[in-house]
């Protein structure tokens, strides 16, 4: 059964820095495209960044220059890194992998940007 686990999550003053993980199992990270989404209260699940099979990567506007992709093959890891970080950033962030047999979703970490 695929598995997607975040962690890195947490409060955060305005300016600041997170790294978001995504450990998966049952399921290579390296071979199908992945991404990090959000959810903040009242409003729809937005991407925020992803990454193809190949490493092409790809942000939102509101991301760019501030957030970066990756994978560590051998971690069979997705991360998230955020730098200076606004309170318009506090979500709920989610990652996301397109396997051939599904699309699969972690269950969510919380980051929280306030002072």
């Known amino acids: 059964q695929v598995q997607l686990v975040e962690s890195g999550g947490g409060l955060v003053q305005p300016g600041g820095s997170l790294r978001l993980s995504c450990a998966a199992s049952?399921?290579?990270?390296?071979?199908?495209?992945g991404g990090w989404y959000r959810q903040a209260p009242g409003k729809q699940r937005e991407l925020v960044a992803s990454i193809s099979s190949r490493g092409d990567t790809n942000y939102a506007d509101s991301a760019k220059g501030r957030f970066t992709i990756s994978r560590d093959n051998a971690k069979n890891t997705l991360y998230l890194e955020m730098t200076s970080l606004k309170p318009d950033d506090t979500a709920v962030y989610y990652c996301?992998?397109?396997?051939?047999?599904?699309?699969?979703w972690g269950q969510g970490t919380q980051v929280t940007v306030s002072s």
């Open positions: 996301n992998v397109e396997g051939h047999l599904g699309n699969y």
């Open positions: 049952q399921i290579l990270v390296e071979a199908f495209p």
